[in-house]
């Protein structure tokens, strides 16, 4: 604008030359330029300048008019003015030029008409109805066309503007994602590796226990050794809580063809010597009805099932005479009910909204790691499925499980 401005004054200028117009050239020309730049720097932060440009553009356009003595085209200035306003984008800034082209036409048309001395509008002589009305529908035409630019091209820039903020949002959000899965990643590769190598060192220290408990026949040092390995095996089997917790995370959900009778079948023969360990053999029953194909993660499944079947057998209830697991398995085309109930300690309303949450553990007294229900929960999220308990302390606890068949 500032070049284009500096322009039309030269244009004002180079025109004196030829017309002897320099008062004009250089006074209202070099007013119009004060006027814009004084806004301009007065209120930097304001629009008001590109409404005092929008006058000036039509002032110019009487001043070449004027300095031609009238020549006609020389009101197409306003048109060229019009055109350079949409570069600010706001359609409004139409409306100055045009009153400003309106007044200017009925003044200068009426002065040069009652033909005051010195006024140059046009050097017609006559102007029809018809074809001043086809000049007033022209400029009109293009006055709203410009308008109409200025408009659809400040939506455009706006949407512009937005949709480059979201992707740099979005990129921003990505790639944040794309460090903290990797963080992730390293988090459980870690995890993975030291609880994998500290596996080995306690089955070695079993391993020599065992040997020094066959070489003595002391009561004490055999007691202590009873005692070495209930905390070795304590630890193992946190160390193999975090691993799952860890494979979990870690792998891909795989789709397999589940057999839920051998799989449960399994998980029974490796629990029975946990019931045998404890006070008083639980019983563990179960059944699968409506067999068909069923379609999950096998090793998820398997975890899933054993720790419920695992607690159900630690958590009997001593005052109660036949202490029971059942565990049954309702198939469906679309999914698999797996419901673990027994009739153990239970546990209290108030416990039962904690016992999925991480390391969360009743009561001290009973060895766990507290990552057993936070694992199950995990996989069942996994799994894209879905687990409730029922329980009241004293009557026993009801796992149910609802996992979609991935067919
Ligand atoms: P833990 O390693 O302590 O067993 P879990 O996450 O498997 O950790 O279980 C959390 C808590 O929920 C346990 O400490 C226990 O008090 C309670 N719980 C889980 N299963 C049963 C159950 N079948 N009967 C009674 N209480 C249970």
Not at 48 to 56: E, G, M, R, T
Not at 278 to 293: A, C, F, H, T
Not at 303 to 327: G, H
């Amino acid at each position: 604008m500032n070049y284009f401005l500096s322009g039309f004054f030269i244009c004002g200028l180079l025109l004196a030359f030829f017309y002897d117009t320099w008062s004009v050239a250089i006074g209202v020309g070099g007013l119009s330029l004060v006027a814009y730049y004084s806004v301009k720097s007065i209120l930097p932060d304001s629009n008001l300048y590109q409404y005092v440009a929008s006058l000036i553009l039509g002032i110019f356009m009487a001043q070449y008019i004027y300095q031609m003595h009238g020549l006609f085209e020389m009101h197409f200035i306003a048109f060229v003015g019009s055109a350079m306003l949409i570069t600010y984008q706001n359609w409004k800034l139409q409306i100055p030029i045009t009153l400003l082209v309106i007044l200017h036409h009925a003044l200068f048309a009426y002065l040069q008409f009652v033909r005051v001395d010195g006024i140059y509008f046009t050097q017609l002589d006559y102007m029809s109805l018809s074809t001043f009305g086809i000049h007033a529908l022209l400029a009109a035409s293009i006055f709203f066309i410009s308008g109409l630019w200025a408009y659809q091209f400040k939506k455009f820039s706006e949407k512009n503007i937005e949709q480059t903020y979201r992707i740099a949002s979005l990129n921003e959000a990505e790639v944040q994602k794309e460090a903290l899965l990797h963080a992730n990643h390293e988090l459980d590769k870690f995890v993975y590796s030291v609880s994998h190598d500290l596996r080995a060192p306690l089955s070695s220290m079993k391993g020599v226990i065992e040997i020094s408990e066959e070489e003595t026949k002391d009561e004490l040092l055999l007691k202590n050794f009873s005692l070495l390995k209930g905390s070795i095996k304590k630890l193992d089997d946190f160390i193999q809580d975090i691993l799952q917790y860890s494979r979990n995370s870690r792998m891909e959900v795989k789709k397999q063809s589940i057999d839920f009778a051998e799989m449960l079948e399994d998980i029974t023969n490796n629990l029975k010597h946990m019931s045998s360990n404890n006070e008083r053999p639980v019983e563990i029953l179960y059944s699968v009805s409506n067999q068909k194909l069923f379609v999950s993660d096998k090793s998820r499944l398997n975890v899933l099932l054993s720790n419920l079947v695992s607690n159900a057998i630690r958590y009997q209830n001593p005052v109660v005479q036949n202490p029971y697991v059942d565990i049954q398995v309702n198939m469906t085309d679309i999914e698999t009910g797996i419901v673990v109930k027994d009739n153990g300690i239970g546990i209290s309303a108030e416990n039962q909204k904690k016992i999925f949450e991480m390391f969360y553990r009743v009561s001290e007294n009973i060895v766990g790691s507290g990552l057993g229900l936070y694992l199950v929960k995990e996989i069942v999220d996994k799994l894209d499925g879905k687990i409730e308990v029922e329980s009241e302390p004293g009557k026993g606890t009801a796992f149910m499980v609802c996992i979609p068949n991935g067919n």
